[in-house]
């Protein structure tokens, strides 16, 4: 398959009669997946209702069935069609967060939405994404669109259109490439189908900013207590995820020591990598050293994350140490991602 490269400009009046917009909407209205910015990560769509559609999104991206797609809609109108209820705490979060980087998860109605796309549960996730060219996307195909992040499985979640490419290229139908994201970590996961709505995957939105709108929100232990047997709620987050080609270390402790685990690893002729941020990225001599943003500002952290996974790979490193951040805001999120593609592995000193 030859994937169709489309720059759409999302700073333009009337998107939905952008003519790229208009052959991606076709695409999914024919059951083809197209990927698609969004404010936190390009995505995989397809149209929610449809199984071979939904198949397509699997197979492009090698993902295992029982981890359920999130439905994006472009209007608040579209949840009745496949959602039971919208309870009063959703319904405060939709006001206060959509369209933004929340996805709520709700009690769903059987027979609409693709069984493939929900993995067969009985609950659906939703969102509405903050970004131009998704939203006019959306409100053009008609249709709900099921979309994960368009990477492949396992791999870090892409942030520019030519991410998608690396990992997609000949095996989906277009990419809109609207520039790069800017969050930069998917949307927050809470689920709304219990009394206390529960964070499944920290994201976007932070649980002060939940707690803000609705009180309290609970964060589902399965996600920070690593040595906790609970399994994780959020299918997905049971998989090793974010994945750099070399092993990752985070490392807690002083950079002095992160220093020193650097220079071990260069006497037994590794190539090392170290992802800091502005702050220290002075203070460290590896083969590479890559600043992810500024500590000051963790949201510059997120927004620059995947890709800073991304270029190791580039760079060839044979190990990376990383730094550790605080879990305040969207650091949740940074640490959350940084864990998974670390394989939780820790160094204490
Ligand atoms: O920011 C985002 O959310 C991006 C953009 C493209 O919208 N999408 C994204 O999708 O991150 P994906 O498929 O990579 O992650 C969806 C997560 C998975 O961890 C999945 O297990 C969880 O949402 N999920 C989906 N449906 C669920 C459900 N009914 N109950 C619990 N977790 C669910
Ligand atoms: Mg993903």
């Known amino acids: 398959m030859n994937t169709k490269v489309w720059k759409v400009d999302k700073y333009v009046d009337k998107l939905e009669s952008n003519p790229h ?35 397509k999104i699997f197979a492009a991206k090698g993902r295992p069935g029982d981890n359920p797609l999130i439905i994006h809609i472009a209007d608040k109108s579209q949840l009745d069609r496949f959602v039971t209820e919208v309870p009063a705490k959703a319904e405060a979060l939709i006001a206060a967060f959509w369209p933004g980087p929340l996805t709520i998860i709700f009690k769903m109605k059987p027979g609409v939405l693709s069984e493939k796309a929900t993995a067969g549960l009985d609950t659906v996730a939703v969102r509405m994404p903050d970004h131009p060219v998704a939203l006019a996307l959306f409100k053009q195909s008609g249709l709900p669109i099921a979309a994960p992040s368009a990477n492949s499985s396992g791999k870090p979640s892409p942030t520019t259109a030519a991410h998608v490419m690396d990992d997609l290229n000949g095996k989906i139908a277009a990419v809109l490439d609207g520039g790069a994201t800017g969050v930069g970590v998917e949307s927050t996961v809470v689920d709304c189908t219990e009394e206390v709505p529960v964070i499944l995957r920290p994201g976007g939105v932070s649980r002060e900013q939940l707690e803000a709108a609705i009180g309290e929100v609970l964060v589902d232990p399965g996600l920070t207590n690593v040595k906790e047997a609970t399994r994780p709620k959020a299918p997905g987050m049971k998989y090793r995820h974010y994945a750099p080609n070399a092993p990752l270390y985070l490392v807690s402790g002083t950079r002095g020591f992160l220093q020193s685990l650097v220079a071990e690893k260069q006497r037994e002729g590794l190539r090392v990598g170290v992802l800091t941020t502005e702050e220290y990225q002075d203070e460290f001599t590896a083969d590479v050293v890559l600043a992810c943003g500024s500590r000051a500002q963790l949201e510059t952290v997120a927004a620059a994350l995947y890709d800073t996974l991304r270029k190791f790979n580039q760079m060839e490193v044979e190990i990376i140490f990383s730094e550790i951040f605080p879990t305040s805001g969207v650091g949740l999120a940074i640490m959350n991602r940084l864990q998974k593609a670390a394989g939780n592995k820790v160094i204490t000193e």
């Open 21 to 55: 917009i208009v052959d991606a909407a076709q695409f999914l209205r024919e059951n083809e997946v197209v990927a698609l910015p969004t404010e936190t990560v390009y995505g995989l769509g397809g149209n929610a209702e449809s199984d071979a559609a939904v198949a």
